[in-house]
């Protein structure tokens, strides 16, 4: 009798043999998911084969890592605002040791180095190649605002060597991310837009399918990112199309956008921003045809996202609250100052959206920058002005970001802390080296102080080192986002006691008054209005 092969089960023994074959010839052929991971005699480089074909990685600092790695076709042509579909397989042993190139953005303080609309692919580090027992999976979901980054801006050695099989992923940005127009709308659904959070939903089911092959448990992986990571982190955990796909969560400056817009909103941007880039005639073929660089050109400000429908049913915020959410274990948390960073650039971040105000602030216009930041009235902007009396800060303009970073990021993590009973952290060395701006320009830690801590950051601006008592605080990060990934028991939980566990110089700190020290009673009337 002849036995037809799937067309999978013949990719992966072409993948198998691939795999073999780099290592040593003549050896018999196993399904490919029982290879065991080798490395070559002749170079020192790491192989393994996955559902596609072999890959060749590169030994770093005692761990494998693996680069470039194709989880979705190119989403070009006709695929461009199309969900995510499957790559294809290769033979022989494809190279994996340089990055891809990131997904098309404009110019930002840290843009990977090549750009494309053919940009998702992931990346994989490993020090669990040849260990028996499987490791936690942490899936790095990057920051930018929807709008830029890239996963070859965050090294994960160190992570690895902590504990965790550690990938990070790239994935569609900006208009080719998050337009939404009817014209592009999936049958029978309806829905368009989103397309970004789908493709982070494709590289997590490339994880399930292969992280094994990298010493990975698939049945134990945390999604976490920071920033715009962190609050597309929220949407999985509240999406019910992301359900099974991971175990756990962890939400870094995340939970600052807990209201998005909603569907009929977003495709009226669509339609304008269609119209803004030459297609009048609001078609899905003109909008396939549009230049990279004119909808990159073209595109402001993305975040809070919408409700498309699809992915998303309804704001995390509403979600959360009526406890319709993805129940695993979730660590989640913000940094002590995170408006300094924008405040920087003369604007602040309210409700996931970028407001200039006017600067500088003054006790003339000080209330009616609260009021317009946080879309609130005047009688409540000056009842919450009392709570930040300006005499009690450096200059107007901190006593302004002090205010709107609670209001928003703080305060936002601790609503999030008492929906879900999160085990709450914050960042506080404020002598963490900002890698984003010039030396001095920053002496707090703000938004995105702690990545530094926890992952290598190859393309960072400006780098600097951490000195001996940072790098303890760093080790310590590590090993317990790495423990959370295995257990999500890292420390006691949020509950009525807030128990939230500071990261701070010469040692962490357990405390219960993030409530009070960060005014959080005073903005529970604009909290409740996410709901």
């Known amino acids: 009798m002849r036995t037809v092969l799937s067309r999978r089960t013949r990719v992966a023994f072409a993948a198998t043999t691939a795999a073999l074959a780099a290592v040593a010839g003549g050896v018999s052929l196993t399904a490919a998911a029982d290879v065991t991971p080798t490395t070559t005699a002749a170079t020192g480089s790491p192989v393994v084969a996955v559902g596609n074909g072999a890959l060749r990685g590169l030994a770093v600092d005692g761990t494998a ?46 843009p990977p180095g090549t750009l494309s609309e053919d940009c ?205 959410f993805n129940h695993v274990p979730i660590l989640n948390g913000s940094n002590h100052d995170e408006e300094a960073l924008f405040t920087l650039g003369g604007h602040v971040v309210s409700r996931g959206y970028n407001l200039p105000y006017t600067t500088p602030v003054t006790p003339e216009n000080y209330e009616q920058n609260i009021a317009t930041a946080l879309r609130t009235t005047p009688t409540r902007a000056a009842a919450i002005a009392q709570t930040y009396p300006l005499n009690a800060f450096s200059s107007p303009d901190k006593a302004f970001g002090t205010l709107i970073g609670d209001a928003t990021f703080a305060c936002g993590a601790e609503q999030v802390d008492n929906w879900t009973n999160a085990r709450s952290y914050e960042f506080n060395d404020d002598t963490a080296p900002f890698l ?41 990060m590590r090993a317990d986002w790495v423990k959370f990934a295995a257990t999500g028991n890292p420390w006691p939980a949020y509950g009525r006691n807030h128990v939230t566990k500071s990261f701070q110089l010469p040692a962490p700190t357990v405390s219960t008054d993030f409530v009070e020290r960060h005014h959080c009673t005073t903005f529970a009337q604009n909290l409740d209005k996410v709901k």
């Not at 790695?69 to 042509?77: F, V």
Request: with cysteine.
């Open 65 to 110: 890592a693996f680069r470039g790695i194709p989880y979705a076709a190119a989403p070009t042509g006709n695929l461009r605002w199309r969900a995510p579909q499957a790559p294809a397989s290769w033979r022989g042993v494809r190279d994996a040791t340089t990055y891809a190139p990131g997904c098309p953005q404009a110019p930002g303080i840290a």
């Open 120 to 324: 998702l692919y992931l990346n994989v580090s490993t020090a669990a190649l040849h260990t028996p027992a499987k490791r936690p999976v942490i899936v790095w979901i990057h920051g930018g605002g929807l709008t830029a980054d890239s996963g070859s801006n965050y090294d994960g050695t160190k992570l690895a060597k902590a504990g965790a099989v550690v990938v990070t992923i790239n994935y569609r940005l900006g208009a080719l991310g998050f337009l939404a127009h009817p014209a592009l709308a999936s049958r029978p659904s309806g829905a368009t837009g989103n397309y970004g959070l789908m493709d982070q939903q494709a590289a997590l089911r490339w994880v399930q399918r292969n992280i094994g092959q990298f010493g990975g448990d698939p049945h134990n992986v945390t999604i976490a990112g920071e920033s715009a990571g962190g609050l597309s982190v929220l949407a999985h955990v509240t999406s019910r199309s992301s359900k099974g796909l991971f175990q756990k969560a962890i939400v870094e400056s995340g939970a600052f956008a807990l209201e998005q817009e909603s569907h009929a909103k977003a495709e009226a941007f669509g339609k304008d921003f269609a119209t803004k880039v030459g297609c009048a005639d609001q078609s899905a073929d003109c909008l396939r045809k549009v230049p990279v660089q004119t909808l990159v050109d073209n595109l402001d400000n993305l975040i809070p996202g919408y409700v498309d429908g699809a992915v998303l049913k309804e704001s995390i915020g509403t979600a959360l609250a009526a406890g319709r």
């Open 436 to 476: 984003f701006a010039p030396a001095g320009a920053i002496q707090v830690a703000t938004h995105g102080s702690e990545m530094w801590y926890l992952f290598d950051l190859p393309n960072a601006p400006f780098p600097q080192p951490l000195n001996a008592q940072q790098t303890k605080l760093a080790d310590t």
